[in-house]
């Protein structure tokens, strides 16, 4: 905590500086007319990294299992049917919290490492003939296993089926640093966090709602109030807030949407993906291999390292934290020992992205793993090299 | 917005240098063995302004909604019947919050300016021979009326009818300031907030379960998961947290708490009275008076003055924004219009408030209220002269 | 320390917010070519507070001290006579540092309350055929006393005299909140610093010197390397600067010229006598004097006022800061115990100015002071009301 | 500018967060007892990084030149001789200051590379048989080629000739970094700066003058008001300053001391060891050779890196920059074009100096180095491994 190293975890990132200042202010008057004059633009602003013209946003003080429970707490009733797939943590714990709602959750198991089953998913839907599933779960990016998932064909298993039911889809590793696409892929909900692409602290729930689930919102029956989209969306509309916002959160939030956009989200979705194929070279060199079962499901902001048999990932990354002052990720539940993250979204540039695959080198080697010092470095090296930044914005 | 005026919103309050530092930190690994070593002993510390040492705290990313919903999620079911008052805004969002849970609530209507109605309380108790009611609701300090209500005294009202109901007691604008006495008088879940007496911004609501309430969390059928307070007290409990935690303000907290403690928590209740205090002789040199029915109803955090026959106190809220950078509190609900309110807690000081008294003066001269410039100026110096912070320090 | 409460000493300054942020930056590099695309463009907009558009400004990393040290050395050789008037603790020193610099300096001695004194100027000028004299040295805003002196009518003097020497200006307290007309007044060498009317912390002396002071520069005998203005110039024409700049300071400075020039220097200005002629009426309502002997001598900067017969104006200000924290200025040199200041400069406001006089008053009372509570209070209000912030803006 | 790259200039050092918050201070007053309260025991506590008990220590606003330029303005006077080496453009600097004070210097041009030239010391001394050198000049870290000189030796060639000349040691880039005995080496006057060791932003120069020094404060002639020591050890001691001090930066230096003491200065030496250690592997492993001739030169606090023949290292540092945000420190002077350094003190990690290391790679890769990808890294990573801070931390 006393070290100015970066950490490697997926999320919380690396603050920027304009950020860590921007949320860092003494206290107004939230009710005050300067507040809508700063949120209103915002909520407006904020459909662009979700990808949405037609769906509205709204901004809730918690984590990213807030903006989950949002989701399904002013869509849905008790007992209504949602269909969701389980490979990790993640899309596992979402699915919890619907259990935990009363909801009758459709579970498609699926390997860790793989993304969302397009062919299950569909076939779940067309068996369902009288159309007793009202929405179907998708985790974008699964943080757990470094899984992106194609939400644009679960939207077309969807339609294929003919099916009505909403598509909700937690983007919270994905939203602002990889490309999501609500209204092209027919999402209804899609649930963002402050601490992950918006490069914030964490603190806000961020999630967008199509017409769809607004309408859906007059009829569930699922209890909510802090969370209560049509207050917050209502409120939001006139430039005020249900209740005390956090102001400063808000305040960065402003800021890193200005960062993204002034940026351009193409190019921060590049950026990102340069960042996360140097790490994969890094990986590759080092002979091992990612918990993605296929290339295209590689995430571009965490990326997950099988350890070789005999070794255990969370000795590792307590090591590398204890010895070196650097945080990875460990594996959680099922693929927990068995790999480790390094989360490279956000601020995350090749020179910072260099020094965590050097430590990762350095302590794979001290506890023993047959690796190469400087193999990653130099594989990550020579791309970065011929994909630097400079190169990238001259042939843009 | 660009002046360095204090603000006088009755929260969140103006936060102390020391505090932002606190809570603006870079990333670290919340998952980290650090985070349990800053985070066990912050959640005994927590426990001294609640004043219980048998109930447990939590600490959620939210508001003080947030608060009041995991108290009534984690200990009723669907259909439970709850007793309440309604003297204040607070108060009926609250009930409001409860019947959007499908609670069937009991309300007991008062005028606003009185504080929680015991004899009603009792009456009510008396009557529910059969113990339908399954808690009492009470706020402690009503932010909408500058009213105290008796806490120990619902408890006396309970214990003469000899009700088994919990009592859940909103504090958000009272604990960290004003006395709270979570054991002696029998709560059994109290709700605090990050942007009050803790000084900090708005993103934390914190909560104090007794030994009862968690009893209740066992078989309560409300459903829940992000304000699950199960989780929460176990993983705070192993030094974890069931999701991201908001570091930030929780080192803010951890800080905030340090200075509460290093103070002295009777000192820091005295400084509330003595800071209001003189708000009050203020209030009563300008001829006005308090929307508190009868000063033992006085709030220590914040004063809620009538304004004369014929005058708008929004306009006056307003206008004080506008002309002079200052905020104060509206009026809200039934008495919106008839009332602004000086919020005066946290690191408020003498001079800060001579400067919040003083503004309001030349607001309402500016808007022909029957005012005289310095008067309420003048009753509030004597006041702070003859009882300033040195004086108090060296009579204690 | 440890409150939020105002300062009222005559500089250092309440450093605004954005302030505070621009001055707190990481390390980057000082040699790279984004140094010179901030610095060049500050060092032409800096021409502005100083009034000049011949002259060319240099910023040390320096209090105002080495100001006035940058000012002699660079154009003085040892031996030199310069002329002086004494009429405060500043003028004070800076002859003092003349001396130890091996200069003659004629001083005029005049009462302290007293500014330039215009005849006394002109007749030593006038006396002084063989043109011996080659700078008279003014000081614009004697901090100690609180009083603006003319400086162009000291430029009038030397010509009537028609006498070839140097004009220095001390503008430390001045430049930036008070109107400066470098290029109007014929100064040569004009000193400010980054505390005062720039609102940073202390730490950057800020010169400006007309093109005669740059020709003097070519044969000044006086040894000077760390204040060499040639070189400083010559680097700050090419964006670099001779050695390691304090590169948060200049961040600081140049967000804070951004300030000035957005609220443009006619309202700065105005805002600051705004204020001022507030203080000054409170202390005419007390039925105290100012230092200042005549009203346009006033400064509008800080205010000295004189404590009555009895009283020891360095025990006031101890009391204030030790009983309320609030802290003023101490009479200092031949005025000691004789004066206190309050200094209400840079982003002070109305209702901060207001907080001051009533702390003054409170502290006066307890000392037995014949002053009477509010009093002073209700002559500011009655001044700010009648000349807000918005009445100003919509007059302007 | 805009990322969070750490930097690789030989000072200002990349600043901890802890100092980050320490030097951003709202305004209070310097006159209260409270500065002295903090500032006498930190002027006692810097001795340690000095090495003095018997010398005593000033702090002045300024950068490093305005320690130079105060240690002989307060000890020498017009004419007198100094002795003084050049072997870098710092040393060249400080002769360069001297010569502008009319001083008559001595100088010993040495190979840049080389450092201080003990045997050449000697025999002018030696010769020096009337004793008109009334100083030596040394700079212990030469920062523009990464030479630390045995200042040891200097007091030993000072004695072996019986000489009474002063020692005067240049320690700007060694003092809290690389160890530094005052007392022992018999130096008179040393001189540091708060951007370098000191972790903190550019803005103090930090003198420390043994008994002797301070003796020839009173019959030195040399005009100086702003760096006059006595002035400044005299307030020092009453824990006040002649004139407005930079209190943010001060507040900075005390925390700085406190992390630098509770961390103990051998174990801050030794690790400031162990990351140059890594960074010459890395060099040698390029096959590259470093400035310093011999490798008991080596500093500790920049490695300052030869380019082959044929490659220009101000193009490779500008490259660096922009292709990669990473900022270098280019050859001055004789070795323009000829060396890039990399700077590795204050708070650097062995994480972040492999990035540091990586980028050099990559971008002289770009250029056509003859360079192997990684061979660096892993270089540095073998030692740091071997005695990374755990381990350095249980064999200690």
């Known amino acids: 905590m006393e070290n100015q190293n970066p950490v490697f975890i997926p999320g919380p990132t690396n603050i920027p500086e304009r950020l860590r200042k921007a949320m860092s202010v003494p206290t107004w008057d939230h009710r005050s007319p300067e507040f809508g004059r700063m949120f209103v633009p915002l909520l407006q602003d904020l459909k662009q990294p979700f990808g949405t013209t037609r769906g509205d946003v709204a901004v809730f003080t918690a984590s990213g299992t807030g903006g989950w429970e949002t989701a399904i707490t002013n869509t849905l009733s008790p007992g209504d049917t949602v269909l969701a797939a389980r490979y990790g943590m993640f899309s596992h714990r979402w699915i919890d919290l619907c259990e935990r709602h009363g909801l009758d959750v459709k579970v498609i198991d699926c390997g860790w490492g793989e993304g969302a089953p397009i062919a299950a998913y569909r076939d779940a839907l067309a068996a369902d003939t009288d159309h007793r599933i009202k929405a179907v779960l998708s985790v974008h990016n699964e943080t757990a296993t470094g899984v992106r998932s194609d939400v644009g064909a679960v939207r077309e298993a969807m339609d294929a089926a003919d099916h009505p039911a909403m598509l909700f889809v937690d983007g919270v590793s994905s939203i602002g640093s990889m490309e999501f696409r609500m209204d092209d892929w027919g999402v209804d909900m899609a649930v963002a966090g402050s601490q992950k692409g918006f490069m914030l602290a964490t603190g806000l729930a961020i999630v967008a709602a199509s017409p769809k689930a607004q309408a859906a919102m007059e009829t569930a029956q699922l209890p909510r109030c802090y969370f209560d989209l049509r207050d917050m969306l209502a409120a939001g509309g006139k430039g005020s807030y249900p209740y005390t916002p956090a102001i400063g959160l808000i305040e960065g939030l402003r800021e890193s949407v200005n960062m993204l956009l002034a940026e351009g989200l193409d190019n921060v979705h590049a950026r990102h993906f340069r960042i996360a194929e140097g790490v994969r070279r890094a990986v590759a060199a080092w002979g091992m291999e990612v918990c993605a079962r296929h290339p295209e499901l590689n995430s571009d902001t965490v990326t997950a390292i099988m350890v070789p048999d005999g070794f255990d990932s969370t000795e590792l990354v307590n ?74 914005r001259k042939t843009a």
Not at 329 to 338: E, K, N, P, R, S
Not at 347 to 365: F, H, N, P, R
């Open 319 to 392: 090591y590398a934290n204890e010895t070196y002052g650097v945080s990875f990720g460990i594996g959680l539940g099922q693929v927990a020992g068995q790999l480790f993250r390094i989360g490279h979204l956000g601020q995350m540039s090749d020179v910072m992205a260099l020094s965590g695959i050097a430590t990762a080198e350095m302590a794979m080697k001290d506890l023993g793993y047959p690796i190469e010092l400087g193999s990653g470095v130099a594989a990550a090296q020579e791309y970065y090299r011929a994909n630097s930044a400079v190169a990238q």
